[in-house]
């Protein structure tokens, strides 16, 4: 069922690995896209970031594209967004500080319930209460990472 519906899904043509312009990550470690914008003129403006698990780390290079829908999953690779018409933007520095600071945010809402109970419960048992909360602390991040893959999604597409 799923190979019918990623061959039924309309070939897109766009960047890809290799080219003159690409992003690659694997499990959000490479160069991603961050501090997306959309412009009125259907463009959308962006940043492609050195990151490491999904935290964007340094702003490489700021790009303004047409956004052209999404190549099927490969697997491997993370960056399966396609942008025609891509051109070199200067650096928007109020929005690569933004983004770093959301990123490091988001990484510390992630890690941070995991490491109050291992403070919380150093040198003793942890009670059932406490169990629950360290079996949700690991599933808390997957949970923000999907929350802001479709956030980004929806900024790309213009939804």
């Not at 990123?103 to 995991?114: F, H, N, W």
């Not at 048992?125 to 909360?133: L, P, S």
């Amino acid at each position: 069922m799923i190979s019918t519906r990623l061959s039924a899904r309309p070939a897109v043509e766009c960047w890809s690995v290799g080219a003159p312009v690409s992003w690659y990550s694997i499990y959000g470690t490479g160069a991603t896209i961050h501090g997306i914008e959309r412009r009125r003129d259907d463009r959308v403006e962006f940043t492609s970031w050195l990151s490491v698990l999904w935290v964007p780390i340094v702003p490489l290079r700021s790009w303004s594209a047409l956004y052209a829908g999404e190549r099927p999953p490969d697997g491997i690779t993370d960056e399966a967004h396609c942008f025609a018409d891509v051109q070199r933007a200067p650096h928007d520095w109020g929005r690569n500080g933004r983004t770093l600071a959301t990123g490091l945010a988001v990484a510390i809402c992630a890690v941070a319930p995991a490491a109050l109970m291992i403070a919380r419960t150093d040198g003793r048992a942890a009670t059932n209460g406490e169990m629950v909360i360290v079996f949700a602390s690991a599933i808390w991040p997957v949970g923000l990472v999907i929350w802001s893959e479709r956030i980004r999604r929806r900024r790309l597409r213009g939804t």
